[in-house]
């Protein structure tokens, strides 16, 4: 992962969210804001070999397979990951990594929840509210002229109240950087939900900003 962008999210975050935040680094968090970025994921493991150039299909570097799951859920710095499949989906999988050769990725490693209509809910691990602040966003099979990808995210927080925005892809094939606004603190959980492949396209998601530290409503 191009750690120049980590670097560019991260300081955006801290001028949007006040400067008195501190910026972790790429990989780990030393304050309270921290870029979850799943590099610690890996998809070697299922018999892929990367190559920078596909193969024949079927071939050991045919980047479609670097592709690994699933996951029931994935936790780092104090934060967690779940994924539930829609009500009556017949092939409930899980949370899957796109690889770093994934033909519609570039380079980093990145989490989707690979079934139709599932939802992916982020909740801090010590049940206590936090804020999110930005994520990288990209179409998971790469950006189709004729089926857009809008992602909606809704959350609760602390005081019961209920915060939502819909995030429009920029139909471009790679990642595009988000930042969410201020309502998006005291959150006692976020989630958002998968596209379906027939009126909305799936997506994946990376480099996901989260803090402790958010100034509260109205302030």
Request: charged share 15%; aromatic share 12%; hydrophobic share 40%.
């Amino acid at each position: 992962m191009n750690r120049c962008r980590l670097w560019r999210i991260a300081l955006a975050a801290a001028v949007l969210w006040g400067s008195h935040l501190a910026v972790a680094n790429a990989d780990e968090s030393h304050g309270p804001i921290a870029i979850i970025n799943f590099q610690d994921l890996h998809t070697l493991h299922n018999g892929f070999h990367p190559c920078p150039t596909p193969g024949p299909p079927g071939s050991p570097c045919d980047p479609t397979r670097d592709l690994s799951g699933p996951l029931p859920t994935y936790s780092s710095h104090g934060y967690t990951f779940f994924y539930t499949p829609a009500p009556g989906e017949p092939f409930p999988v899980g949370l899957f990594v796109a690889g770093r050769w994934w033909p519609f990725n570039d380079g980093t490693y990145a989490l989707y929840a690979n079934s139709d209509n599932a939802l992916t809910t982020l909740k801090r691990d010590d049940g206590r509210p936090f804020a999110l602040v930005a994520m990288d966003l990209a179409e998971l099979n790469g950006a189709r002229s004729d089926l857009p990808a809008v992602v909606a995210f809704q959350g609760v927080t602390a005081t019961g109240g209920a915060v939502s925005i819909e995030i429009a892809l920029d139909n471009i094939t790679g990642f595009q950087q988000v930042y969410f606004p201020n309502e998006f603190s005291n959150l006692l959980y976020v989630q958002w939900q998968q596209g379906d492949n027939v009126t909305n396209n799936p997506h994946m998601f990376d480099n996901v900003v989260v803090t402790t530290d958010f100034r509260p409503s109205g302030q």
